[in-house]
Every structure is written in C-alpha cells, then in structure tokens.
C-alpha cells in the first residue's frame, strides 16, 4: 500500500494520472475498484460477483470479462486517500480496516466466515491501495492512536517530497 504526500501544487495528482494511464494503457484499467465500497461490495468484487447488463457493448464485454477473471487481484486508487481512511472510520464500514489488514498478506483463499457470507470463495487475493493526499488531510487520520496499534499505518509506504522548494 503506498500514499503521495505532498502539499498542495507538488506534482501528487500528476502522478496519480500516470498511474491511472499506465493502468489504461497496460490494459489494467478494469482492475481498478471503485472508489466507494463497504465492506460487503469489496468482498463481492473479489469474488468476482458483480452483475452483468446483457446490453454491453463489445468494450464493456471485455472489461468485464477481465475483472471476473482477476476479480481479487484489485486496485484501489484514490486522488484524495483521506476519503479511504474516513470510510475505515464510519461505524457502518466496521469491516473494511480488518479486510484491508487481513488483504495486505496476499491470502491464497478467503471463504468460510469472512467472504462466504453471499457464497463463493476469493483467491489469490492481491489488494493494492496508491492514493495522493495532503498533510493537512491525512493529519486527523495518523493522529488516530488505533490505526498505528493495529498495524495498519505500518502496512502503508509514504512517498513524500525531498527537495526544498524556493
């Protein structure tokens, strides 16, 4: 899991379009969650059960066919990662911080108890979370004494800046 942080004018959001453009043009762009989830819709796109429309076109085919079949080796970008953390922290989203630890070892198999709930059994799970934020946005978040005691901050690169700007 990595986070860009920089403060406002750093080229963050010009690095997460360039993240998002070698997605799209690896052919990875389906790979990319949404940017809203619970807990119960992320453990659904990992088992790869979204629903089809029948009237796809041949693009919107393909894309999907390509999620079913990497359906839990997902993305999660986020160009404000704040947003993440604020979901983590809604008492309705109570399930996302456990699956997000619990993702970060890249589990063969995830079934009985946890992702079996509607049926089905994720594998190979491979979750990667970049987003870019500020100082100022993240601060509530890192000065959250649980998110460094249940190991979750640890599981997260931050790439800042090294330069003094003039």
């Known amino acids: 899991y990595a986070l860009n942080v920089g403060s406002s004018g750093d080229s963050k959001?010009?690095?997460?379009?360039?993240?998002?453009?070698?997605?799209?043009?690896?052919?990875?762009?389906?790979?990319?969650?949404?940017?809203?989830?619970?807990?119960?819709?992320?453990?659904?796109?990992?088992?790869?059960?979204?629903?089809?429309?029948?009237d796809l076109d041949d693009e919107e085919r393909a894309i999907h066919k390509t999620r079913r079949l990497?359906?839990?080796?997902?993305?999660?970008?986020?160009?404000?990662?704040?947003?993440?953390?604020?979901l983590i922290g809604e008492k309705h989203m109570a399930g996302?911080?456990?699956?997000?630890?619990?993702?970060?070892?890249?589990?063969?198999?995830?079934?009985?108890?946890?992702?079996?709930?509607?049926?089905?059994?994720?594998?190979?799970?491979?979750?990667s979370i970049c987003g870019v934020s500020t100082p100022t946005e993240l601060a509530p978040f890192l000065r959250t004494s649980a998110y460094w005691g249940n190991?979750?901050?640890?599981?997260?690169v931050f790439v800042t800046p090294t330069w003094d700007k003039p």
């Open 70 to 86: 990497f359906s839990a080796q997902r993305v999660v970008l986020e160009d404000e990662a704040s947003q993440l953390f604020e």
């Open 13 to 54: 959001s010009e690095s997460f379009d360039v993240a998002g453009q070698m997605l799209r043009h690896a052919g990875l762009h389906p790979l990319k969650l949404p940017n809203y989830f619970s807990p119960q819709g992320l453990l659904q796109e990992l088992r790869g059960q979204s629903t089809i429309s029948l």
């Open 96 to 127: 996302l911080r456990p699956l997000i630890l619990r993702f970060y070892n890249c589990p063969p198999d995830e079934g009985e108890g946890v992702v079996s709930r509607e049926g089905g059994t994720a594998h190979n799970i491979y979750l």
């Open 151 to 156: 190991g979750l901050w640890a599981r997260f």
